[in-house]
């Protein structure tokens, strides 16, 4: 505390330093990170207490754009889990990002009249060529890092969906497919572990993508959630070894193709038994039941109910605490919808790079969200037998 009001006083003698706020700023910004770590950690910095919980692991720099300019920060790192200090402005990267989108497009000729009608709408300035040069350089290396860094650890589950956004390639436009792949580690906490774009969604498409993150060090994965994109079931079989889940809700939209609309209320509640279910033989048997009952009316969706059962019944087999979590690709619904807000803002992206560039800046940003969230996605003792090398309970030791 002594050296905090040494530095503080040391600040004020300043005066009429232009850079006084500045430094102010820096100065408290400091101290509140610093107390928020000690917090996380149960003792202050280099204090030996037995009501410690973790360790320190250096420091992160950091800019701080503010009203009173940039300020430097030092942001503590921890040994386990992560630290990001939740005053900072949360969308700030993916919004430098959507700004050099919008003037890579502006710079290449395209649209110039609607990007300079979109820019004021933003409250934006102009940027020259060599700004945006520099911007998008700035957010290309921190994306670049963040999709190819290390993945450490266990990873039980797996959910993988798709997006589609237009791009410019080749003078034509085109639908690119965006892919994202976000995981649950045996910690019970959720990462975004990865994102590709392409223009095929065949196996070797699924294949080489999963492969990308297999040697970035996934291992450990049981279920993987997805939709029934082609060729995706067959590289999970040959790259993870893990089971497939077909998305319930996907499914579901399926099924009621078959069912004329004045009974698709029924035909959805009378599927929806199965999922009622206790567990997986209990949910087997009432699918059985419910597609023996369709059969004779509506023999697609007995057929259809028939080749599905499997695949969209293999989270029964899993903790009954995750089962709300693991039926469908529900958890990134979130995630996409500010994919597509996004994406709608641009319309049309130059080029494939731009896509990763803004994507990926979301991604980035929403990753530190999840880091810093107190709350586990899943619980840290229903989640952890998942492991390949789970706990071990030591008996109590006799009196």
């Known amino acids: 505390m002594t050296d905090d009001k040494i530095a503080l006083r040391d600040l004020l003698e300043k005066g009429s330093d232009a850079s006084l706020l500045r430094e102010m700023i820096g ?43 940039a300020v430097e920060l030092r942001i503590p790192k921890l040994r386990k889990g992560a630290y990001f200090p939740a005053f900072l402005e949360p969308r700030r990267t993916s919004e430098k990002a959507l700004t050099a989108v919008i003037q890579e497009a502006y710079v290449q000729g395209i649209s110039t009249r609607s990007v300079d009608e979109l820019v004021k709408a933003m409250g934006m300035e102009g940027i020259s060529k060599s700004q945006v040069s520099r911007l998008c350089a700035e957010i290309d290396d921190r994306v670049h890092t963040f999709l ?59 294949v080489e993508f999963l492969r990308s993150l297999a040697r970035r060090g996934l291992r450990g994965v049981k279920l993987v959630t997805s939709d029934a994109h082609e060729g995706l079931k067959a590289a999970i079989t040959k790259v993870l070894s ?33 999922f009622a279910q206790d567990d997986a033989a209990a949910a087997r048997k009432q699918w059985r039941q419910v ?81 810093v969230q107190r709350a586990r996605y899943m619980t840290l003792e229903t989640i952890a037998p998942l492991g390949d090398n789970p706990p071990v309970s030591l008996p109590a030791l006799a009196a």
């Not at 149960?42 to 207490?49: C, V």
């Open 242 to 274: 893990a089971t497939w889940q077909r998305c319930r809700v996907h499914f579901m939209r399926n099924a009621l193709v078959y069912a004329g609309k004045s009974q698709r209320r029924i035909v959805s509640a009378w599927v929806g038994t199965a």
């Open 27 to 69: 100065f408290a910004a400091q101290r509140l990170m610093e107390l928020e770590a000690e917090g996380l950690c149960g003792a202050g910095h280099g204090e030996r207490s037995p009501e410690r919980v973790n360790q320190r692991n250096g420091y992160r720099d950091r800019d701080w754009q503010t009203r009173a300019g």
């Open 291 to 371: 597609a023996d009952q369709a059969r004779p009316r509506l023999p697609k969706l007995a057929t259809l109910m028939d080749e599905a059962e499997a695949d969209v019944l293999a989270y029964m087999n899993f903790p009954v605490q995750h089962r709300v979590k693991l039926h469908s690709t529900n958890p990134l619904e979130r995630l996409n919808g500010e994919i597509k807000r996004r994406s709608d803002v641009v319309g049309i992206f130059p080029n494939e790079n731009a896509v990763v560039r803004l994507i990926g800046a979301l991604l980035l940003e929403q990753n530190d969200e999840w880091a």
């Open 148 to 206: 190819a860094r290390p993945i450490e650890g266990e990873w039980p589950y797996l959910w993988l969906d798709a997006t589609y956004v237009k791009a410019r390639r080749d003078s034509h436009i085109v639908s690119v497919a965006v892919i994202v792949a976000v995981g649950v580690n045996t910690d019970g906490r959720r990462e975004v572990l990865g994102m590709t774009v392409g223009h095929s969604e065949a196996e070797p498409f699924w």
